[in-house]
């Protein structure tokens, strides 16, 4: 089965605190890719990150980082500093090499309160 | 700038009525997909295509139809058997199918709802 779960279904932080939103996937598959989009009230999702599955190197971009672990299929996201403008659900998702699809976590909702 | 443009934002439909949600890109993207949005839940895969006049249902393709007559349009039509079409649609493209391993580019969605 492939699956992603995001058990975090809402969390609230007061801004500038460090938040880190879990990701947690499935799949039989050796070579995959994941993903992490913003999806603003303005309602487009956003692209943040992309991960194959060969690449376990952690990423920092700005106040953006993940964590990417194979050992026990996460790849959490971390945002640090937060601010009022990263208030939007945050979705993960699981792409099998030679699919078609997307296979999409439930998605997050952060509210960064100021 | 290059994007995917959805209309109408929001759309209202009436028991028994088929309605036809646009979705048009100008990235000069290969591939095409329809998601939808339900509260609570992920995206779900509707349709896609790959290349003009070629789609392939996805995983909840019953009460809707496509067409891909050009490059950048790939309009969805929710027909009357769609039982419960109240929901947030978005439209995606990506460079080829897998190009989609780069990730999508989805457009801002439309938001239906049956009255």
């Known amino acids: 089965a492939q699956k992603v779960t995001q058990a975090q279904t809402e969390i609230s932080v007061v801004e500038k605190e460090d938040v880190t939103l879990d990701c947690v996937y499935e799949t039989r598959d050796t070579t995959y890719y994941l993903f992490w989009y913003k999806q603003p009230p303005s309602g487009e999702l956003v692209f943040l990150i992309r991960r194959n599955s060969f690449d376990e190197q952690n990423e920092i971009s700005g106040r953006y980082s993940w964590n990417f672990q194979k050992s026990t299929s996460s790849f959490n996201f971390t945002i640090t500093a937060s601010q009022v403008v990263d208030s939007a659900v945050y979705f993960c998702?699981?792409?099998?090499?030679?699919?078609?699809?997307?296979?999409f976590g439930t998605g997050t909702r952060l509210k960064v309160l100021a | 700038d290059g994007g995917i443009t959805q209309s109408p934002k929001y759309l209202f439909r009436k028991e028994g009525q088929n309605v036809t949600l646009s979705c048009e890109q100008n990235l000069n993207h290969d591939a095409m997909y329809w998601y939808r949005q339900d509260p609570g839940q992920g995206l779900r895969l509707i349709y896609y295509s790959q290349i003009v006049n070629d789609f392939q249902k996805g995983d909840i393709a019953e009460g809707y139809s496509v067409s891909r007559e050009k490059k950048e349009s790939f309009p969805l039509t929710v027909t009357s058997a769609q039982k419960n079409p109240t929901a947030f649609y978005l439209c995606?493209?990506?460079?080829?199918?897998?190009?989609?391993?780069?990730?999508?580019?989805f457009g801002s969605g439309t938001r239906l709802t049956v009255v």
């Open positions: 995606a493209s990506s460079i080829t199918r897998t190009g989609a391993n780069y990730g999508y580019t």
């Open positions: 998702a699981l792409r099998p090499s030679g699919t078609y699809k997307y296979i």
